[in-house]
């Protein structure tokens, strides 16, 4: 089992850049698929984009090219460098693991809150 914890959420202007941590710790986080998703006020949670353990990334495409995860195996860490914010970036994002792709997300952090002002 793994833990995780996300923070780094704050309120930021249009425009503005934030980056969210998600720390883990338990079993072995590095050789895990980690995710990040969000849910915004009224509507489905939506996958954001992952990692692997190699470090290979997928985003939507909402995001692509704005938002970038990386991830730092010695200190069980996975971060999302959010750029160029938009007020429909606006959701609480929740980090996920996995452990091997195609494997449900079992394991869940609390989730952190980004709001993007215009």
């Known amino acids: 089992q793994v833990q995780l914890v996300e923070s780094g959420g704050s309120v930021v202007q249009g425009g503005g850049s934030l980056r969210l941590s998600c720390a883990a710790s338990?079993?072995?986080?590095?050789?895990?698929?980690v995710a990040w998703f969000r849910q915004a006020p009224g509507k489905e949670r939506e996958f954001v984009g992952d990692?692997?353990?190699?470090?290979?990334?997928y985003y939507t495409n909402s995001v692509k090219g704005r938002f970038t995860i990386s991830r730092d195996n010695a200190k069980n860490t996975v971060y999302l460098q959010m750029n160029s914010l938009k007020p429909e970036d606006t959701a609480v994002y929740y980090c996920a693991a996995r452990p091997f792709m195609g494997a449900d997300y079992a394991n869940w952090g609390q989730g952190t809150q980004v709001t993007v002002s215009s």
């Open positions: 990692i692997g353990s190699s470090g290979t990334t």
């Open positions: 338990g079993r072995s986080f590095s050789t895990m698929w």
